[in-house]
């Protein structure tokens, strides 16, 4: 059995029982019930993954992988594509945003670069995982050959699989890539049978002109390539990214591990649809840090059927909102393990 397939196998359904157990103990705590709201939502939905109506505090990690996309030959980006190999030398160098607010919130960073056009010299912050040197340019035919989705879903797998073994508890994950909110769009349109209209966005920046162009190469890649969209691996292939396919992979390797994964925005969003149309269950292991301006991300989060816990205007991707998110977990759990009960602190309770 390959790497993909067990771990699909191994996602099992999170432990409901143990979100109950953990409302129950919400309610005991000196405070109207349920006034937390969704503090207390987001503690129970750890619990139930974690397994543990205790789970305490959990170590994080973000990670946040890069590679190009031979779509941006068609223009549909404000940027050009050699800015992904200088933004993976600007992680290394810890000058980003995602490193920023990653120190800011006590957050691991892992780097891998999945595929950039241009790589390189060896960096010792960068994990190098090349499937190649950028994907194909799914307006003429598919993106990737489908062993070459399987090798990046399983490098994202292999990650997940080490952090967690490493201790962390909660795993985040960011994207970097010129052209790839084009590709998401084509992803979540396919996944979702939305109309590309509807899911493609402004990007990194784009006047209106270059937003139609982008609207029509996506519907052109539809019809090059025909996705079926009962084999998500189909769809991936065709139409993704190396490192969307590497997000699923962590998104699947966290969920075999009963382990949260903090989606960021639309790219990662459209990952996670990938990885839940392979496993059905990872879509319980996904929790969604913000609402970006891309228009698709609303898309997205309906698909997963999840909401957001911020919205701040976001649409810069690499795994901000995640990082931004992270800390309401920690605020989560703190009040479930530190708070006072009723009883304890002497406190009437109405019971109500």
């Known amino acids: 059995m390959s790497l993909l397939a067990d771990t699909c196998g191994r996602i099992l359904p999170i432990d409901l029982s143990l979100a109950n157990a953990t409302q129950r103990g919400l309610d005991r705590k000196t405070k109207p019930r349920h006034s937390l709201g969704r503090l207390e939502e987001l503690a129970c939905r750890i619990a139930a993954i974690g397994g543990s109506a205790l789970p305490g505090t959990l170590s994080k990690a973000i990670v946040v992988m890069a590679a190009d996309h031979g779509v941006a030959a068609e223009g549909v980006s404000a940027y050009p594509q050699e800015v992904t190999s200088q ?96 590709a998401a769009s084509a992803l979540t349109a396919a996944f979702t049978g939305a109309r590309p209209a509807a899911v493609t966005g402004r990007g990194t920046g784009i006047d209106e002109a270059t937003l139609a162009h982008k609207v029509e190469v996506i519907q052109r890649g539809l019809h090059v390539n025909r996705p079926a969209t009962g084999d998500a691996l189909d769809v991936l292939s065709k139409l993704g990214g190396f490192e969307i396919a590497g997000l699923a992979g ?32 990872a879509a319980e292991y996904v929790l969604a840090s913000h609402l970006s301006v891309e228009c698709g991300h609303r898309v997205v989060l309906d698909a997963h059927g999840v909401r957001p816990l911020l919205d ?37 309770d109405t019971g109500r």
């Open 312 to 348: 701040l205007d976001l649409r810069l991707g690499e795994g901000t909102g995640a990082a931004l998110a992270m800390p309401l977990v920690d605020a989560a759990l703190a009040i479930v393990t530190d708070m006072a009960t009723f009883e304890a602190a002497g406190v009437s």
């Open 250 to 281: 962590v998104v699947l390797g966290a969920a075999a591990h009963r382990v949260p994964v903090m989606l960021d925005g639309f790219i990662t969003g459209a990952a996670a649809l990938a990885a839940v149309r392979m496993a059905p269950r």
């Open 87 to 182: 933004m993976l030398r600007n992680f290394a160098r810890g000058g980003a945003a995602i490193n920023v607010l990653a120190r800011q919130a006590g957050v691991r960073l892992v780097v891998a670069d999945l595929g950039v056009k241009m790589p390189l010299a060896a960096m010792p912050d960068v994990r190098v995982h090349r499937i190649g040197a950028g994907t194909d340019n799914f307006a003429h035919g598919p993106a990737m050959t489908r062993a070459q989705a399987v090798a990046a879903l399983e490098v994202g797998i292999r990650i997940a699989g080490e952090l967690v073994r490493d201790g962390i508890g909660l795993l985040g994950v960011g994207d970097m890539g010129i052209g790839n909110s084009t």
